[in-house]
Nanobody, 121 residues
Framework: QVQLVESGGGLVQAGGSLRLSCAAS????????LGWFRQAPGKEREFVAT???????YYSDSVKGRFTISRDNAKNMVYLQMNSLKPEDTALYYC???????????????WGQGTQVTVSS
């Protein structure tokens, strides 16, 4: 089992940057693909980025070129560097883990509680 705890959210002006972190428990961290998802009020949870066990990455079109996902298996951490933030990036951001490398929300077995990101215009 994996427990995930996100941090690093906050309020930032449009054009600014934030770095989200997700700390994972468990000794099998390297066996999981990790993903970042977000959910804005009144909207469904959507895929943002994912990184495989070997470090391959995949991004949603809306964040490609602005966000970067990375992982540190030695520290059981996954990160989301967010640059050139836009007001439409405002959402609750979740970290998730699963054995499959996928962008499908429903496939992920383990979830954190989320960290709020608010981008002001």
């Amino acid at each position: 089992q994996v427990q995930l705890v996100e941090s690093g959210g906050g309020l930032v002006q449009a054009g600014g940057s934030l770095r989200l972190s997700c700390a994972a428990s468990g000794r099998t961290f390297s066996r999981y693909a990790l993903g970042w998802f977000r959910q804005a009020p009144g909207k469904e949870r959507e895929f943002v980025a994912t990184i495989s066990q070997s470090g391959s990455t995949y991004y949603s079109d809306s964040v490609k070129g602005r966000f970067t996902i990375s992982r540190d298996n030695a520290k059981n951490m996954v990160y989301l560097q967010m640059n050139s933030l836009k007001p439409e990036d405002t959402a609750l951001y979740y970290c998730a883990a699963d054995s499959l490398f996928t962008r499908q929300v429903r496939s992920y077995e383990y979830w954190g509680q989320g960290t709020q990101v608010t981008v002001s215009s």
